[in-house]
């Protein structure tokens, strides 16, 4: 388990809610890539038992803890520019090589932040057209060379807008490429017959769900609805 320091992260509740239910998604022995932002936090999730590789783009290969205050490496950064660690074995190499693991299908899977995902499984996670932009990076790589693409984001804008879609408004990252979908409300899947709900966050209900998702959705007969804890 990659633990951070204490006090480290501060995540609002349904932050944490996505987080954790993403980290079930990794497997022991698996190459991970996790993206910036949120997907960051899901190393600090990883339960003990399981052995990952971290992989970020920028050439690294063997992602630790984040620093302790006072103890950070300028020279060790992620792909969001954050001070890292390594583990033992870590393995350093340049982007070009970086990228030639992800294009060539060897990141066994991507978690990835999203700011628009459609019904048909298209992302939109790179850029808000007006807003300034230092570059794509390296998610249109990803979604198109992992095994398998995760996307955790909430379900909600900032006005209250569902960003679960019919049609993706913003540019969009890749078209039909995303396999999982978490929010702080529910868990979707895409498959060829469509969007399907598998499962619902913890106290959230099927007529919550429906109400927040402009997406059209199916719904598993094996649906988990989580209860509310007491």
């Excluded at 993206?35 to 590789?53: K, Q, R, S």
């Excluded at 992989?55 to 950070?72: M, T």
């Excluded at 990141?107 to 794509?136: F, Q, R, T």
Aim: glycine residues 10%; proline residues 5%.
């Amino acid at each position: 388990m990659l633990n951070l320091p204490k006090g480290a992260v501060n995540m609002k509740d349904t932050r944490l809610t996505i987080v954790k239910r993403a980290a079930q998604e990794i497997k022991d022995g698996m190459y991970v890539n996790l993206g910036i932002g949120m997907p960051t936090l899901v190393a600090n999730e990883i339960p003990a038992d399981i052995n990952v590789l971290l992989q970020s783009e920028n050439g690294l290969l063997g992602i630790g803890p984040y620093p302790i205050a006072g103890q950070e490496d300028p020279d060790l950064i992620n792909a969001g520019k954050e001070t890292i660690t390594t583990v033992p074995g870590a393995s350093f190499f340049d982007s070009a090589e970086s990228f030639a693991m992800i294009r060539g299908g060897h990141i066994d899977i991507s978690i990835l932040g999203g700011m628009e995902v459609s019904e048909n499984g298209d992302l939109a996670n790179w850029m808000i057209p007006g807003k300034m932009v230092k570059g794509m990076g390296g998610a249109m790589d990803l979604v198109h060379g992992s095994k398998r693409v995760i996307v955790i984001m909430e379900h909600v804008n900032k006005q209250g807008k569902s960003k679960v879609k019919k049609v993706c408004s913003l540019p969009l990252t890749g078209q039909r490429v995303v396999d999982r979908l978490i929010t702080d409300l529910a868990v979707f899947d895409f498959t060829p017959e469509g969007m399907i709900l598998i499962e619902t966050q913890e106290g959230v209900s099927l007529e919550e769900v429906k109400a927040k998702t402009d997406a059209s959705f199916m719904i598993s007969p094996s649906l988990i609805l989580v209860e509310q804890v007491k």
